[in-house]
């Protein structure tokens, strides 16, 4: 059973760059396409981005400026760096497993989540 | 960008009762890519259904995903304790992907 659990501080200041990890366990980093998806607290979903095995990514415009999605096939990891946080950032950060076929595109699979807080 | 409006924001229902939650899309998004998550207190999403009206592994069948366009509808058919949570519905169909605001159904 793949599965799927984020990693990285909990406490992040003002003005510096968020860092986490998810590490794919029980399964391969290949032939999939992997995402970040974020929660503030009590509010709704928002998709931050998505990467392929091969490394061709695709961000939100909303976030574009300050995200980078990369992965290491190695260590069968993908991760997230977001810079210049605000408040505005503190949320539950998932990481998540798309299932892509000739028909369907949706995400399959689920970490359990890392909150992140922005705060000096 | 697709904005998904769901409708109604909580539902108030006594479990045996049935569910319906609407998802309604800016634009037309293909059936292909759209998806219903289930979230309860503490928890990741679980993928409900895909391509709008197949259940995921696991799902049962009391859970139902019909429409296409511009509107898409979730069905529970007779509600068990557990079924209460919030309901996200998706599309995958467009950059950049979006998730509705989410219907709560909650016990009456």
Known sequence: QVQLQESGPGLVKPSETLSLTCTVSDGSISSYYWSWIRQPPGKGLEWIGYIYYSGSTNYNPSLKSRVTISLDMSKNQFSLKLTSVTAADTAIYYCARVWSSSFYWYFDLWGRGILVTVSS | ?108
């Open chain 2, 1 to 108: 960008e697709v904005v998904l409006t769901q409708s109604p924001g909580t539902l108030s229902l006594s479990p045996g009762e049935r569910a319906t939650l609407s998802c309604r899309a800016s634009q037309s998004v293909s059936s292909n890519y759209l998806a219903w998550y289930q979230q309860k207190p503490g928890q990741a999403p679980r993928l409900l259904i895909y391509g709008a009206s197949n259940r995921a592994t696991g799902i049962p069948d009391r859970f139902s995903g019909s429409g296409s366009g511009t509107d898409f509808t979730l069905t529970i058919s007779r509600l068990e304790p557990e079924d209460f949570a919030v309901y996200y519905c998706h599309q995958f169909g467009s950059s950049p992907l979006t998730f509705g605001g989410g219907t709560k159904v909650e016990i009456k």
